[in-house]
């Protein structure tokens, strides 16, 4: 059955990744040749009060490994909705959309799912975190949702929280700390299961300028060090200045 994730609503996809049992004998993706991703003719539309709303007219894309990627474009012109195609989350109605050798655009829910929950990290603009449990409790809990086998995730945990710059403040619970600390905690949690791309959606709309910094600073370690790939919407302009590459979306297609 088809299933539709809207965003800022992590919870949701974290439901249904817990249903699935985890797959320890998929390929491993990162030893495979480049693009991480490709997209090829894609074109997404709503069935909304009896019209067809036609939100994505043609997409072409392709993240490079190791790339901050970001995807700009007005309120309501689709980048959701992409991101959303890329991560596996819902189907175009028609092109082709490839991650590695994987094709999103033919695979059932299942089969999307077992990648996604081992190939890809998400991060929402709301941080998305368990209130009652602490940074750390929260980055476990990602842990045990993708499967990861218990004797690992104290060093991988204390490992992704030293990464984001949050190793003193591993045992505070979301409201003791600021929101661009809450964003890292998120980053943590969402790098944790060692995916080879980060899906961004507005990480840094809810926060100050000086903290929107620091997360992109985060990101660039990130992509170093965990050799992750990242894609992300944004309307900051001086947040767009750190991409490797902007894709801008008018009228449900990219410009150039
Ligand atoms: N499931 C859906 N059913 C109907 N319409 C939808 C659905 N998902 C998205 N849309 C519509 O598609 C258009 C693009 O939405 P989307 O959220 O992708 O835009 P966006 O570029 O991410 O906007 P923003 O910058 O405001 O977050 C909007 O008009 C939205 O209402």
């Known amino acids: 059955m088809a299933r539709w994730f809207r965003k800022k609503n992590a919870s949701e996809v974290m439901v249904l990744e817990e249903e699935m049992p985890f797959d320890n004998n998929a390929t491993p993706l990162r030893q495979l040749k480049s693009p991480l991703l490709t997209v090829r003719g894609v074109q997404r539309s709503f069935q909304v009060g009896g019209q067809k709303l036609e939100v994505l007219k043609g997409i072409e894309m392709e993240l490079i490994p190791l790339q901050l990627v970001m995807l700009k ?23 082709e959309i490839w991650f590695q050798e994987h094709a999103f655009h033919l695979g059932s829910d299942d089969e999307r799912t077992l990648v996604r929950r081992k190939e890809i990290g998400f991060i929402f603009q709301s941080f998305a975190l368990m209130p009652l449990l602490s940074a750390w409790e ?12 218990r004797s690992e995730w104290k060093e991988r945990v204390a490992h992704c929280l030293e990464l984001v710059g949050l190793g003193k403040r591993m045992h505070h619970r979301p409201f003791e700390l600021s929101g661009g600390e809450q964003q890292r905690v998120a980053i943590a949690k969402a790098i944790a299961h060692r995916p080879s791309l980060i899906l961004a959606d507005e990480p840094t709309a809810e926060l100050d300028s000086q903290m929107g910094a620091q997360i992109m600073s985060v990101f660039r370690s990130i992509i170093a060090t965990e050799q992750i790939t990242i894609c992300m919407t944004t309307h900051d302009p001086t947040i767009l200045e750190v991409a490797d590459h902007v894709y801008e979306m008018v009228d449900g297609k990219f410009i150039s």
């Open 138 to 149: 929260n980055v476990e809990l990602a842990l045990r949702m993708a499967g990861i086998p």
């Open 73 to 95: 474009g007005r309120s309501g012109s689709g980048k959701t909705t992409l991101l959303n195609l890329i991560g596996g989350l819902d189907q175009p109605n028609e092109g």
